[in-house]
Structure formats: C-alpha cells, structure tokens
C-alpha cells in the first residue's frame, strides 16, 4: 500500500461479468457512505458484458483497473490495495448492497479499537433475514462432521447467525463479501495470498493475521444486503472444485500434509456416497427432477477431478 495515506477508506470491487450487480453495489456506496473520504477502485478481471464501459460513463471517477483475463480474486485485489490511499481498505464483492450507516460502523469500531485487524458486519439477506457473517478456520473435525450439527451443540467454540450478538465480538474470520481491513495490519501481515484463485483467500489472510495477534471481528450494527453466490452461481459445478482446491490449499498450508491426505481421502469417499445417493434418486423420478441432475453432475466431476489427483485446470482458475 502507498505510504502516504490520503483517504479514510480506499474501497475496493472485483468484478467479472456481473455488471448489473456491480452498478447496484457502485451506487449503494455514493448512497450511503457519508462523513468519511473515499476512493473507489474497480478491478475487472477480463469481463467480455460491458462492465468496463459501463463504468466509465456512469462513475468516471472510479479508478478503473482493466485486466485481459481473469485473474482471480486475492490478485485482482491486491492491484487495487497497492495503489490504494485509506488507511483502510473496504473489499466488496459486486453483490453486495449496503445500507445507512453501515461503513460507518465499520469505520467507529475499527478507530475505537486499534488492535482489530479485519472486521467485517452481519450479512443479511433482502428481507432482513440473516447470513452467517463469520466462520471458524476449516480443521479435519468441522470437516468431518456436519458443521450445522456443531453451532448447535457447541455453540461457543462454533458461533453461528443463530445468536443474537448485541455488541461486536472476536471471531476466527469473517466473510469476505465485504470486510474492512487495516492498512497498518497490511503491511505487517502482507497482501492477500494469490495462490488462492476464489474462495477462502479472506480465511488465510484472517488466519495470518491471527498469528500476528491482529484481533478479527465481527460487528452485527453493520448491516450489509448479500445476494449471496451470484458470482459463484455463474459457472456452479467449477465452482465447488475451486472450493475444494482452496481447501486442500489452506490445510496444506496451515495443517501439514498429513491433514491434506487424509482430508481428501475423507472427502472422495463422500463424494462417491452421494453421487450413488443422488443417484438412486434421480432414477426413483425417471430423471425428471432439474435439482437432482444437476447434483448428480456436479458429484461426477467431483470424483472425476479427485481421480485426477485435483489438477489446477477445471475449476475456476481454468478459465
């Protein structure tokens, strides 16, 4: 990041071919954001639905940062944070509305509380309902077991959106469909980790930032409309391997090889049990049911990418 830090908040969306959700999300920030100094940078990774243009002639202002391909979204951000000038950075994903006050928010918390690292509000869907906003760093026995089952019986060590927090608290992460970071914390901790093409990446730099006792909260005053997955929902079935390379690549990196192996020894076994699952299914419907299809292909290329012992190429990094 630049030394000379001219803004409160140097705000930054990544985008690749969700123009409309991007100009919603553009205009949510000029709608609501007032009392502090911003930049905004847009980061396209090689769109090809006239995104760019789109923001050129509606928000001139904008830095705009213009890729031929998509990069990814840990490399896509870290174009914008090095040219940035806040001495914070606010990351946005392009579904992401938000609302009065909300940055705000943000930004109180962060000033009051010099030793929080990333922060991030509480997700909430249209209708007000709540997303989950945080989660804890992936291990073998969240892994393992059914994660919902582990909020319920142990509620303290696996916090979740059923509880209703009054006041901020300390979390392992925060979901990165928008998270204002410190830029003291960045240049201590560094940027984000481009190994990391979509998903997880916000989970490793919270992680890196844990183990330089950067404190990461989640404060619920902030409120944040998600429409959650859009960009993700593009091209779904390379997106759930994506998720599972970022997985594999956060435990080799974290946990030892060790985890790893035994991890996707674990995972592969439940892929071919659902895929048979879902199988028997969609034959008891005669293959009518869209859903259950669509499982079915998503389970195959699964297995079919574990069999290949998880080549980079098919998921989202491929293209």
């Known amino acids: 990041m630049k030394a000379a830090l001219d803004h409160d908040l140097s705000v930054i969306i990544v985008n690749w ?94 000033e009051g509380n010099p030793t929080v690292g990333v922060a991030g509000g509480q997700l909430i869907n249209i209708d007000g309902s709540k997303q989950n906003s945080f989660d804890n760093f992936p291990s073998l026995t969240a892994e393992a077991l059914n994660k919902s089952l582990l909020r319920i019986v142990f509620p303290k060590r696996y916090p979740s959106k059923r509880v209703n927090y009054g006041t901020p608290v300390d979390v392992d992460s925060v979901i990165g469909a928008c998270m204002i970071v410190r830029s003291r914390a960045i240049r201590e901790v560094g940027l984000l980790d481009e190994d990391y093409f979509f998903f997880l990446e916000e989970t490793d730099w919270c992680y890196r930032m844990r183990r330089r006792r950067w404190r990461i909260c989640h404060v619920p005053q902030a409120k944040i409309i998600h429409l959650q997955g859009r960009t993700a929902n593009l091209v779904r079935d390379r997106a759930k391997i994506e998720y599972y390379r970022s997985l594999y690549l956060f435990f080799r990196k974290h946990r030892g090889i060790a985890a790893v192996v035994m991890l996707k020894g674990f995972l592969f076994l439940r892929f071919c049990v659902d895929f048979l699952l879902t199988l028997l299914s969609c034959l008891f419907t005669a293959f009518r049911k869209e859903r259950l299809k669509r499982k079915l292909g998503i389970y195959a290329r699964l297995i079919y990418w574990h069999m290949r012992l998880c080549p980079g190429g098919m998921g989202l990094g491929g293209g």
């Open 17 to 110: 071919n969700t123009r409309e959700l991007l100009l919603n999300c553009i205009e949510s920030i000029y709608r609501t954001v007032r009392g502090l100094t911003f930049e905004i940078f847009v980061v396209d990774n090689g769109s090809n639905d006239g995104s760019p243009d789109s923001v050129k002639r509606k928000f001139p202002a904008i830095e705009l940062i213009q890729n031929q391909r998509n990069l990814g979204f840990a490399r896509a951000n870290n174009e914008a944070l090095r040219r940035s000038r806040g001495r914070y950075g606010l990351l946005v994903n392009t579904d992401v509305i938000l609302t009065d006050g909300a940055v705000e928010k943000l930004v109180e918390f962060m």
